[in-house]
């Protein structure tokens, strides 16, 4: 197991599409651990993906369970996410690990569907809404090399707009 | 020694202020930091962070041509700059209500009892001239809790203004 180094913003790889996994090895699972103990060393993060430790494939892990009132499907490690349905529409604070000393605004889906594979390639299937459907897509983004930054919205809009997009 | 400038200046709005003052900073080899430009009533707002090694009177001297065409007042003060130590707001406090004398005082002398350090504080004028009402605008760092601040705050819900409090929940992902 190791920390590894967190690419920051505006390093170029951060914009890089990852690619699927396809073999779940033993490589996978130390790369896994990896990434969970460089999550875990980091500043309080809910989430990493794995284009942030400059891997280049479609894992993520996230885990809201810690915090307050906030519904969560625990600890999880999500092999080539696919998001299959979207509804409704809020804006919430965000700030990245591979962006340092920056949050902002972002519009986000308030419910998902969401379609992954755990660390053996087993299938599984979430409902997701509030806090962990937006870590999901913060960190999902990263796979497509897209950063929060790219969805900001004014920070003077979210106490009108709060949850009024449909 | 830092080399960094707040440099304040206001005038009556027109097009083109922020785009005039910055180039000729620009052009001067200066560089800026974190800024707030915004109009209020008629007039336009600049604060903003701007380090310069020429130091502030040859800052002066650049902008001067710019703010006597425009008619601008400018303020210039030596500061640390401090980039990079933002402190992440975890609440927001949002007021409104009939406008009447003393709603900003109320509203932060609770608050600020309650353990409120303000980061972005905006406030508003709106409605008609004959209706005005008041909408004020607040984050920062509860170091006291949000409850707390909520608490505080209650009271003034008996006065006819309208208090939201929320916590601001900033995913770090």
Known sequence: MAVLDILTYPDDRLRQVSEPVERFDAALQARIDDLEETRLAGPGAVGIAAPQVGWFQRVLIIDVSGRRKTKSHGHLILVNPEITEWDGFAIGREGCLSVPDYTGNVVRAERIKLDALDRDGNALHFDMEGFEARAVQHEMDHLDGLLFLDRLVSRRQDLFRRKVYK | MSNWYMLTLVGKDQPGIVARVTTALFEAGS??????????????TIMMMARSEAGDEALREVLQPVVDALGLVLHIDAIDGRLHHRPIPDVCILVHGADRAGIVSQV??????????????????????????????????????????????????????????????????
């Open chain 2, 31 to 44: 560089n800026l930091g974190e800024t707030s430009m915004i109009r209020l009533g008629d007039s336009f």
């Open chain 2, 108 to 173: 932060t002398t609770r608050a600020a009892q309650a353990g409120l350090n303000i980061l972005d504080l905006e406030s508003d004028v709106g409605g008609t001239e004959s209706e005005p009402i008041y909408i004020l605008q607040i984050e920062g760092v509860a170091t006291q809790g949000v409850e707390a601040i909520e608490e505080a705050l209650a009271p003034l819900q008996a006065e006819g203004v309208k208090v939201d409090v929320r916590a601001i929940e900033t995913l770090i992902g």
